[in-house]
């Protein structure tokens, strides 16, 4: 008969994955939250329509120069164009920031429906 000795735990116990998983928790609330903090932006149309995105996908800066608000007088729907082009790459580059922080603490580990 084998008797399981006090003090001793099997590798990987359920303790132990649970406990890891707390910690990753923990860690990819800390990276969330420190994501409001970071930044990714895109230009378009010679610069003349910025806009800026913090990691938790949030809209924080929107600049349209006066050059091409005069051009679109008579025509808003390519300007209205370029604004939606350029709101769209910039979700997409603050997806990707998260994804990358993410994957610095998953390891790469894919988890569906974490962000």
């Known amino acids: 008969m ?8 099997a590798p990987n116990s359920q303790n132990d994955i649970i406990q890891k998983a707390k910690i990753m928790q923990e860690a990819m609330l800390a990276a969330q939250e420190g994501l409001k903090d970071k930044f990714v932006e895109t ?5 003349q329509i910025k806009v ?5 996908k949030e809209i924080v800066e ?3 120069g ?4 005069e ?9 209205e164009s ?15 920031l998260t994804e990358s922080e993410m994957e610095k ?8 429906g974490l962000f």
């Open 43 to 47: 230009s378009l149309a010679g610069e």
């Open 2 to 9: 084998v008797r399981k000795l006090k003090g001793t735990k």
């Open 52 to 56: 800026k995105a913090n990691g938790q």
């Open 82 to 96: 370029l604004i939606l082009t350029a709101i769209n790459d910039v979700l997409r580059k603050a997806e990707e």
């Open 71 to 79: 051009e679109a007088k008579d025509d808003t729907k390519e300007l």
């Open 105 to 112: 603490i998953t390891g790469g580990v894919s988890i569906p």
């Open 62 to 64: 929107l600049k349209i």
């Open 66 to 69: 006066k050059d091409i608000i």
